[in-house]
């Protein structure tokens, strides 16, 4: 127990000083000395003045940027209701929000995990939009992107580019994510794993591996098995005898039902 005592003692410490960084930080963002040193802003000071991964620099930037219209969380911070990942969460959220709608929200984060928050922020991404043209020889695509996701895929091909122009880059994300649905087949000799194969490792009923997934789906042809359907889409793996049942995830118990099958079987 000493131990224990004495990492808390150090996790207070920790605080403090992470707060009087902060404070420090607040006093170079204001007086912009980072700039008589060479540097064109906070963040490439935090990098390459003061050694800090991009991530950490990005937590800190934020978080000094919000204190100074809140300046009450850097005293949250130091007390533990408060995470610089919370507040870093925040701050991409609330920045051209009114003050008062920024201390709402900042309240609302306190004592939450970096879980709770994360789904407090969570955005749907925006699907893209497709306009496709079939011709005899050959389909027209033509997408229409949000300058997020261009600039997204503008890194991914630059970062590709000694081995893929943007067509076949993709055709390879295509046949890649094709490939993780293939089942992997196992020599019959080997009985321990085709044991493991037709039963999930897991002891959570609801786990089904990727293998057990693809076998199920290539032997329904990728395809609803509800009778009289042959939906392609929005296919899901359903336990024939429910969980609630005690149904588990043996191979025999397991068909492809698509989510409209499947929600009605309930």
Do not use: W
């Not at 930080?25 to 802003?41: N, W």
């Not at 994510?177 to 089942?183: F, I, P, T």
């Not at 786990?207 to 392609?232: M, T, W």
Request: contains cysteine; hydrophobic residues 30%; proline residues 3%.
């Amino acid at each position: 127990m000493k131990i224990h005592f004495e990492l808390l003692e150090l996790r207070q410490k920790e605080r403090r000083i992470t707060s009087e960084i902060l404070n420090k930080l607040q006093e170079m963002e204001d007086s912009r000395q980072y700039l008589e040193m060479g540097h064109p802003s906070l963040f490439d000071y935090l990098v390459r003045g003061l050694g800090y991964s991009e991530a950490t620099a990005y937590q800190r930037q934020a978080c000094v940027r919000l204190a100074k219209e809140v300046p009450e969380i850097k005293q949250k911070i130091d007390q533990g209701t408060l995470s610089l990942t919370a507040v870093t969460k925040a701050f991409k959220h609330l920045r051209t929000k009114p003050l008062e709608e920024k201390r709402k929200v900042l309240k609302s984060l306190e004592n939450k995990s970096s879980k709770e928050v994360k789904c407090m922020f969570f955005e749907p991404m925006k699907p893209l939009k497709v306009q496709k043209t079939e011709y005899v020889d050959k389909v027209l695509l033509r997408l229409e992107l949000t300058h997020e996701q261009n600039q997204k895929l503008e890194k991914l091909k630059a970062l590709k580019s000694h081995k893929y122009n943007i067509e076949s880059l993709l055709v390879h994300l295509i046949e890649k994510e094709l490939k993780s649905y293939e089942s992997i087949r196992i020599k019959p000799s080997k009985a321990n794993e085709i044991a493991a194969f037709k039963k999930s490792k897991s002891k959570n009923p609801r786990q089904i591996s990727k293998f057990l997934r693809n076998d199920v789906l290539e032997a329904a042809g990728y395809k609803c098995q509800h009778p009289g359907c042959d939906s392609n889409h929005f296919l899901q793996i359903d336990h024939i005898v429910p969980v609630r049942r005690g149904g588990d995830q043996r191979r025999s118990n397991l068909q492809v039902l698509c989510a409209n099958h499947n929600q009605r079987k309930g």
